[in-house]
């Protein structure tokens, strides 16, 4: 006899039989809720994980040392006010008429590229190579020009005898004249490189402006200094 064969003195098995109980609306929608997150999360995470680029190699290019300058407001100017952030170094002079506008437009391109709250801790500094002829009101107008935001972008001039030390020394650049331009300006050599220098005022990196790879690598490594830098409060500018 098949399964519950015997005498039965109960109701019909139809009336006996639990009635099927359906699922409350709120344990569906959990349920719902939880097959979702187990195909969306890990898609969207997932390959963020998986392609988050690892920390890079950055070489120690030597110390900045001390110094004192000024700036275009006509303030003196250390290298502490390099300290506790990174900062992005660059050389010009404004007479010039060839690479500088160039290397300028570019320095404003990285100050655009890094004005959102993580990465305007990232400063730029333009030094003069021409300073005996680049005063501070030269040097103000030439950063108006370039829509410069001395919150974040200063400009540095000096005794010719303390920048040429300080350019042609650890900063690795060169500021020799030869001769003069078609204009009539002096035509004084010096890279169009930029550097990168940490919170630490160690150099740690070089970079050739007139590459738009190694600018947006520029810009990479300068980012991964400000976000594992120091947190401690600083002032770019000043004594």
Same mark, same amino acid.
């Given at each position: 006899?098949?399964?519950?064969?015997?005498?039965?003195?109960?109701?019909?098995?139809? !009336?006996?039989?639990?009635?099927?109980?359906?699922?409350?609306?709120?344990?569906?929608?959990?349920?719902?809720?939880?097959?979702?997150?187990? %195909?969306?999360?890990?898609?969207?995470?997932?390959?963020?994980?998986?392609? *988050?680029?690892? %920390?890079?190699?950055?070489?120690?290019?030597?110390?900045?040392?001390?110094?004192?300058?000024?700036?275009?407001?006509?303030?003196?100017?250390? !290298?502490?006010?390099?300290?506790?952030?990174?900062?992005?170094?660059?050389?010009?002079?404004?007479?010039?008429?060839?690479?500088?506008?160039?290397? /300028?437009?570019?320095?404003?391109?990285?100050?655009?590229?890094?004005?959102?709250?993580?990465?305007?801790?990232?400063?730029?500094?333009?030094?003069?190579?021409?300073?005996?002829?680049?005063?501070?009101?030269?040097?103000?107008?030439?950063?108006?020009?370039?829509?410069?935001?001395?919150? *974040?972008? *200063?400009?540095?001039?000096?005794?010719?005898?303390?920048?040429?030390?300080?350019?042609?020394?650890?900063?690795?650049? /060169?500021?020799? $004249? !030869?001769?003069?331009?078609? /204009?009539?300006?002096?035509?004084?050599?010096?890279?169009?490189?930029?550097?990168?220098?940490?919170?630490?005022?160690?150099?740690?990196?070089?970079?050739?402006?007139?590459?738009?790879?190694?600018?947006?690598?520029?810009?990479?490594? %300068? $980012?991964?200094?400000? $976000?594992?830098?120091?947190? $401690?409060?600083?002032?770019?500018?000043?004594?």
């Amino acid at each position: 006899m098949a399964f519950g064969a015997g005498i039965c003195h109960g109701p019909p098995v139809a !009336e006996t039989m639990t009635p099927t109980v359906g699922i409350p609306g709120r344990r569906l929608l959990l349920g719902m809720l939880l097959v979702f997150l187990l %195909a969306v999360v890990p898609a969207i995470f997932l390959p963020t994980f998986m392609c *988050r680029q690892e %920390a890079p190699e950055l070489p120690d290019l030597g110390t900045v040392p001390a110094f004192s300058l000024v700036d275009e407001a006509g303030e003196r100017f250390t !290298e502490e006010a390099l300290r506790d952030h990174p900062t992005i170094v660059n050389f010009v002079f404004t007479r010039c008429d060839t690479i500088c506008p160039v290397l /300028s437009s570019k320095t404003q391109l990285l100050q655009e590229k890094t004005s959102d709250r993580k990465g305007v801790v990232i400063k730029l500094l333009t030094i003069s190579v021409d300073p005996e002829y680049d005063t501070p009101a030269r040097l103000t107008e030439y950063a108006a020009r370039y829509k410069a935001k001395i919150s *974040r972008w *200063r400009f540095l001039t000096g005794p010719a005898d303390q920048v040429r030390a300080l350019v042609t020394g650890p900063l690795m650049n /060169s500021m020799d $004249r !030869e001769g003069n331009m078609p /204009s009539g300006a002096p035509a004084i050599v010096h890279s169009g490189y930029f550097l990168l220098v940490d919170g630490d005022l160690v150099i740690r990196g070089v970079y050739d402006s007139n590459d738009m790879k190694k600018l947006d690598e520029l810009i990479r490594h %300068a $980012r991964f200094l400000a $976000r594992t830098g120091s947190d $401690r409060s600083y002032k770019f500018g000043g004594s």
